[in-house]
């Protein structure tokens, strides 16, 4: 069984910089893509990136060109590099597989983007 803990979340300045790392407790290869998602103060979760086993990877419009998200097997760490933040970058940020499973949500890390 696989449990997932984030963090790397903070506050930061517009225009700042933040890495996230997701930690699994068990094997992840046997998760076929991994995501991250965000969920902000009074919205739905959304899904912001994906990475599949090969190395593919999908970001939705919002994010595309600002955040990178990368898988380490070896590590069982999955990272979402997020830069020239926005303030509406701001939520609380969780690992999950994709699609996700209800099982592995966690805690989050919260990310806070503001002057």
């Known amino acids: 069984q696989v449990q997932l803990v984030e963090s790397g979340g903070g506050l930061v300045q517009p225009g700042g910089s933040l890495r996230l790392s997701c930690a699994a407790s068990g094997s992840i290869f046997t998760i076929a893509a991994m995501g991250w998602y965000r969920q902000a103060p009074g919205k739905q979760r959304e899904l912001v990136a994906t990475?599949?086993?090969?190395?593919?990877?999908n970001y939705a419009d919002s994010v595309k060109g600002r955040f990178t998200i990368s898988r380490d097997n070896a590590k069982k760490t999955v990272y979402l590099q997020m830069n020239s933040l926005k303030p509406e970058d701001t939520g609380v940020y969780y690992c999950?597989?994709?699609?996700?499973?209800?099982?592995?949500w966690g805690q989050g890390t919260q990310v806070t983007v503001s002057s």
């Open positions: 990475s599949n086993r090969g190395g593919s990877t």
């Open positions: 999950n597989s994709a699609p996700s499973r209800a099982a592995l």
